[in-house]
């Protein structure tokens, strides 16, 4: 990867912008305290095997937190593994299979698109007996979360039967970085607050005029950046908020579609699926804009951006919307080190942990709010950065049932032959969404 990268490190080269949801719960170094029994291997001892999504320059800041965890917790090594998978619901389907297959780890890292799918298969352990025994430590943790985490993680990642299976962690909402030297050339003014998609455009328009620079790279290939905050913008979704309901050919999808899909045929944006570079580009003043969560911020550093650029929130037609993103953490139902499963959910619940994941260049925005707004999240990032937590009091899970990788693939696939003129806007999205309803 050359430029800017999505959500969580590896989804897909971010700069194209595409995204989403990666994330860390919070962080620091508690003594084990004792939990329920394991059945097999109770003590909070020994390997503990750890998969999550993530290529090489994840890793290395996972490996980092792992690491710090091993300092906290001697008798405990974990053994991380990551998976470059290009997509949240492939590495939920990939991982699905090994466990299937007898290669059991003992914690998963699951974002939000494979959350249900998880836990529908009856693989995790539920944390609710550990919960209860450390009572106190996970009160602590909630009590400085926005309580939707807690409360989405409950809804979308669990089954019937009202038990707990993740311990939700850090999550992404979807922004909009702007090149300050740009909007300065072409004597726009940056947004001072909530904008419009009509403001976006003019802004665009005169850009273009000005300075020959393209307004933002629009894309299909990752809808949690290049889809979900064009709708959530307009008040609708590609689901309901049961996601059991296609709405993705609504009158306000439909629009939406139309107004990106304006902004290529005007020259605002490069075509879609090229190999535009927008980490390039935007380095050389050639981009005035890019989405994001919190993960461009690390390439910012690299490149020594930081101070060109301004963070905004997303422009609206009906109304603020961003899609949410966050890591659940389980225990797996066929560990047999549970309790050494259990301390490590517990260090990573700790102030101290989400700080130095922060510090070190963390690719989401912390759970604990009192981090969120420390200066180890907020230094050595562009202005505006309080808009990524802030989103998350007007954001939307990104819809995720368990059918979630053939339901990604219709939403893309919908999208791209709406803003590509490969069929009329409405008819992509009616034919998407007749896919959707099939799966559902």
Known sequence: MHTFQRAPLTRRRALRMSAAAATLPAASALTACGGP????????TGDLNL???GDATQQKSFNALFDEFNKAHPK?????RGIASKDWATFANTVSTQIAGGKVPDIVQVATEGQRLFASKGLLEPLDAYIDKDKKTVDAYFADVDPKLR?????YGSTDDGRTYYIPGGYNTVVMYLNTEVFAEAGVDLPSGEWTWDDFRQAGLRIKERTGAFLLPVGYGFPFVDILPWLLTNGTS?????????TYDSPEAVEAAAFVKSLVDDGLSPKPGGTFDAGAQLAKNKLAALGGGRWPTADLRRLEMVDKVRIVSWPVKAGRGSPVGWDGWPILKASKKKQAAWTFLKWLMTKDASQFYASIGGTNVPARNSVAESASFTDE?????GELPKAIGYGAPIPSPIQGAQMQAAVTQGWQAAI????????????ANSKLSGLL
């Open 37 to 44: 029994d394991d059945g097999g291997g109770s003590a909070a």
């Open 51 to 53: 998969i999550y999504l």
């Open 76 to 80: 405990i090594r974990v053994k991380a």
């Open 151 to 155: 409360r989405w993680t409950q809804k």
């Open 238 to 246: 590609t689901l309901n908020s049961a996601w059991d309901k296609g």
């Open 381 to 385: 990032a562009p202005e505006g950065t």
């Open 420 to 431: 590509t003129g490969t069929k009329p806007v409405r008819e992509a999205l009616e034919a």
